[in-house]
């Protein structure tokens, strides 16, 4: 279904482009501009463009695409190229079917994503495309976008917002180069579309048109197939659909096998709404009314990502029978954080590595300290592997050692995560009759152990307190608090 030869004309302009919708065609011309990321200034970088995108574009939409043509001066000046298209039924853009609340069915949207699977799956690759995945190169295209933004005018960028994203972009990398790392190795790196935004797909009775990839700097387009995917998920939550957003990142993650944290999901969905903020203070300079208004909103959107995928390590400790395994479990359900338990970590090294396999009593057998130290390590030495590739860690121990506690710090520190303590508690006598009712539980703690452990407990006056003896939902909701403690809230929208 294209558009008819007698629909009406129109015109739209973009940051580096106008657009003119006449008949069945669209005829699109580039702006004579330099930018600090492209050069459109001379009219055989234009053609060089123009002729770059069509061939670019065909890869997703061929039959869309029809040329490049020319249009003269009548003054004998060069002429200027266009790039012709079939005109696209505007009721057909996807961002009009979302706004509209007519959003593509399960089936449209599983088409969707098959058909960007396929794209990514041909797509090229090689150690060019490879050099712009690591985190030196991540971290360079975050700066293009966040230094220029820290020049922008307080009433269009708000400083305290902007910082905020810049300190956790910045962290999530600092922690996180084994990660990327794996993405290239794994061959996550093609030369994607580089622009995925609703208003340039289209849902067609054959099936989808994606149109507009990136043409102006192939690097830019040399992506993780994830950071493609979360260009458009990012769009869906612009417009108002984020858990739409979500479920096509889920859906693509899915049907290609990648099994990526949703630490990285969150942080290229950040960048990309920082890649259109940075646009919309374009926009705003070339004097678009409302592209303040969408550059906060894009921003907005960057930190609460950032926020939700900042990667934490948190001690959950307490003495035996306060509830702690129940509260990590929960947390994890809530959260999507991995639990590592001391008691599951002490009776592995039990089977494989020679720690005592009787109990014992406090200071002895498996309970001595020596053995505790090693399942410390052990613990910690986990828990460095998933920070370093993206996932949030519960380490489900007692935590009763200062010292223990301080090689944890240093362990969240050195991964750029953040550290969240949780102190379970609650009165001896109900810790008593958890522990006596235990059945095939992987904690050997006694009763006695318990009593023992408690008088040579150090304080633990940083960490939250959470009342196990109360509702679990209550304990539950006391934790999640200090789990979002090191991350504010994102400021509501004003008007302009």
């Not at 479990?329 to 002490?346: I, N, P």
């Amino acid at each position: 279904m294209l558009t008819p030869a007698s629909a009406p004309a129109q015109v739209h302009e973009t940051h580096t482009g106008v657009v003119l919708l006449y008949g069945d065609r669209a005829y699109k011309v580039k702006k004579s501009l330099r930018t600090d990321f492209l050069d459109f200034s001379t009219p055989a970088l234009r053609e060089r463009a123009c002729t770059r995108e069509l061939g670019l574009n065909r890869r997703l939409a061929p039959d869309v695409y029809v040329g490049v043509a020319h249009l003269s001066d009548p003054a004998g000046g060069p002429a200027e190229p266009v790039l012709v298209m079939r005109r696209m039924p505007e009721t057909r853009r996807l961002s009009e079917l979302l706004t509209g609340g007519h959003g593509p069915t399960p089936a449209a949207s599983a088409a969707l994503v098959c058909l960007l699977v396929r794209f990514h799956d041909a797509a090229a690759c090689g150690p060019e495309i490879d050099r712009e995945g690591t985190v030196t190169a991540v971290r360079a295209r975050w700066r293009s976008l966040l230094d220029p933004l820290r020049d922008s005018q307080a009433d269009l960028v708000d400083p305290d917002l902007r910082a905020r994203i810049d300190r956790a972009s910045m962290r999530y990398l600092d922690g996180r180069a084994a990660l990327f790392d794996s993405r290239i190795a794994d061959g996550y790196l093609v030369d994607g579309h580089g622009d995925l935004l609703a208003e340039d797909v289209f849902e067609l009775p054959d099936g989808f048109r994606i149109l507009d990839c990136l043409d102006f700097d192939d690097r830019l387009r040399y992506v993780d197939r994830l950071d493609d995917v979360a260009f458009l998920a990012m769009d869906f939550e612009f417009l108002g659909h984020g858990a739409l957003g979500d479920r096509l990142v889920a859906d693509y993650q899915r049907m290609s096998g990648d099994t990526a944290p949703t630490s990285l999901r969150d942080h290229y969905i950040a960048y990309r709404s920082t890649v259109r903020a940075r646009v919309d203070s374009i926009r705003a300079g070339q004097g678009d009314p409302a592209a303040g208004e969408r550059l906060r909103a894009h921003l907005r959107i960057a930190a609460d990502r950032l926020a939700r995928g900042a990667v934490r390590l948190t001690l959950v400790g307490g003495l035996p029978g306060t509830g702690k395994s129940t509260l990590a479990a929960e947390l994890a359900a809530e959260t999507g954080a991995v639990v590592l338990a001391a008691d599951h970590v002490r009776k592995e090294l039990a089977r494989v590595d020679g720690v005592p396999a009787h109990i014992g009593k406090f200071g002895a057998g498996r309970c001595s300290d020596a053995n505790r130290a090693r399942v410390y390590d052990e613990l910690l030495w986990r828990a460095r592997v998933l920070l370093a590739g993206g996932v949030s860690v519960i380490l489900d121990a007692s935590w009763t050692s200062v010292d223990d506690r301080q090689r944890a710090a240093t362990t969240a520190a050195d991964a750029s995560a953040d550290l969240v303590r949780l102190h379970c508690v609650c009165p001896a006598e109900l810790a008593h009759r958890r522990i006596d009712s235990r059945h095939g539980h992987e904690s050997d703690a006694t009763t006695a152990i318990a009593d023992a452990m408690a008088v040579t407990a150090a304080p633990w006056p940083d960490a939250t307190t959470v009342d196990t003896s109360g509702p679990l939902a209550d304990s539950v909701a006391t934790a999640l608090h200090a789990w979002h403690a090191g991350t504010p809230p994102v400021p509501a929208a004003t008007s302009s």
